[in-house]
């Protein structure tokens, strides 16, 4: 037997210690929790900025700028539902003033873009200002005594170029005898009376003389294109007699029969008549701006020069 025999056998195992770092906590998650948040927040900035129409930009640059719930008020949000800078109750209000910034190129192409936006907000509201226009001119004719009896005479209706109001001839009683340019009394009652309602509103009117196809056999010189341009200026002096202000007219053309109201009767009393249209002012700039091309003309055979603010085309070939 050997002499360990009576002995226990004692195996020591030595195992290596391992060092005890500091606790990290999870303050890393929460810096890259905001990050995470911070980056979602930046893009979906970036796509609202992409999608969003030019009064929703300009809303949103306005709101970061004044969150205030009065605009204009205040340089940082006012206390919300979480204290103090946290989140405003106060909506974003659309259409804001100011749009967001951008790099050179993309502010050409904005301006080339806003430009028809203007221009469309513009022409939207001078319809809405001329059909208010009609509105009281309608109310005005109803209430008129003087126009009560022609009142199936006066034809109201919005054009491209403005608010047109039409003196028609009726069957039985026309403006002007057969072939001559002079008023009958109670078409000067109608545009004396016109004269005080175009007189209040600012826009400058234009004014067109129409006749229907019936011939003009007087003589060769004289035609339908004559008489309708002296039936016109006829009205233009009928209304300056009723109180209108000269300046206010922009033009004045005779139309013969180019331009019927009845396009399948040409010879229907309807188509005499006597058309004045308050003008928009895109129609009033590209009337000027034919005044001064015709002007930088050296001549103009169908054109001739009636005043200093008023040009009357006869026919073609007409001396």
Known sequence: MSEYDGDSLVVVVRRARRRKHGHHGGAWKVAYAD??????????????IGVGTKQQRAAIAEYFKNPSMVAGNATMAPPGKVGP???SDSAIKLGGAMDMPHGPGKDRRASRTAAP??????????KARLENLMQQL??????????EPFKDQLLLDITPEGLRIQI??????????????TLKPYTVAILRELASFIGQAPNKISLSGHTDDAPYSSNHNYSNWELSADRANAARRALLDGGLNEE?????????????FDK????DPINRRISIILMTKQAQDAALSQEQADSAQAATPAITNVSASVVTPVAPGAP
């Open 35 to 48: 990050f995470v948040t911070a980056m979602m927040a930046f893009f979906l900035v970036m796509w609202l």
């Open 85 to 87: 800078g946290g989140a």
């Open 117 to 126: 936006d203007v221009e469309k907000l513009a022409q939207e509201q001078e």
């Open 138 to 147: 309608h109310a005005a004719i109803e209430k008129s005594q003087a126009l």
């Open 168 to 181: 028609v001839d009726k069957q039985n009683r026309p403006m002007f005898d057969t072939g001559s340019a």
């Open 248 to 260: 206010k007219i922009a033009r004045v053309v005779g139309l013969a029969a180019s331009v019927p």
């Open 264 to 267: 399948v009767n040409p010879s």
